[in-house]
């Protein structure tokens, strides 16, 4: 189970930070990441982090202005997301898989948590 939390509203140029934590009895990724859609488009992958490696993958819509990162103490993993802007307005879901795919495919991942709205006003 994921849960994520930290959306909310915030204006452009602003910051915020997404946590998102799995729990359950067996917690082994391969990668744990980030997907966000806005209502009646598909969902678009954000970023992800490859659990053995830490490698980290950005969509090129937010490279350079989101880092995802984890705890290696913890089952968790963040998106600090800055200089936001409105077309980052989305419900962000959290991601985990075992198995192996691409990285920006919804379809690879197994879990998804439930969605945390973030609202960027202008």
């Known amino acids: 189970q994921l849960q994520a939390s930290g959306g909310g509203l915030v204006q452009a140029g602003g910051s915020l930070r997404l946590d998102c934590t799995a729990s359950?009895?067996?917690?082994?990724?391969?990668?744990m990441g980030w997907f966000r859609q806005v209502l009646g488009k598909e969902r678009e992958f954000v970023a992800a982090?490859?659990?053995?490696?830490?490698?980290?993958y950005y969509a090129d819509s937010v490279k350079g202005r989101f880092a995802i990162s984890r705890d290696n103490a913890k089952t968790t993993i963040y998106l600090q997301m800055n200089s936001l802007k409105p077309e980052d307005t989305a419900v962000y879901y959290c991601?985990?898989?075992?198995?192996?795919?691409?990285?920006?495919?919804?379809?690879?991942?197994?879990?998804w948590g439930q969605g945390t709205l973030v609202t960027v006003s202008s």
């Open positions: 991601v985990y898989r075992t198995g192996y795919g691409s990285y920006y495919r919804s379809s690879s991942y197994d879990v």
């Open positions: 359950g009895r067996t917690f082994s990724p391969t990668v």
């Open positions: 982090i490859q659990w053995s490696s830490s490698f980290t």
